[in-house]
């Protein structure tokens, strides 16, 4: 009898090798890390006005580039995460504050 090996992907195996949201380091700018204070004294005023704004992230464990994300940016009211809706809705990102490199308005 064959053992029959299953090769469906992961959920997590395939936002780690197919990112639909990242963009290449090459092909963007990477500006100088923000202060931590300056970070979340952006965050309250983009979440107060509403503003279209782009988060750039660290590097992380999983990708080693830089990642651009862009859409309207709402704070949880219960944790210490933003939640940052993009234009097309069909993603929600939760971020935290000590993992963003960069913002700027859109």
């Not at 890390?33 to 782009?54: G, L, V």
Request: no cysteine; charged share 20%.
């Amino acid at each position: 009898m064959e053992r029959l090996v299953d090769t469906k992907m992961t959920l997590f195996s395939h936002l780690v090798n197919k990112p639909s949201y990242s963009i290449n380091s090459d092909h963007i700018r990477i500006y100088p890390q923000m202060p931590n204070k300056q970070i979340k004294h952006y965050i309250k005023i983009a979440s107060r006005r509403e503003s279209q704004i782009i988060i750039q992230l660290k590097p992380s464990t999983h990708s080693k580039k830089f990642i651009e994300i862009s859409g309207i940016i709402t704070l949880s009211p219960n944790t210490s995460h933003i939640i940052l809706t993009p234009n097309d809705n069909q993603t929600i990102h939760l971020i935290q504050a000590k993992h963003i490199h960069h913002l700027r308005l859109a």
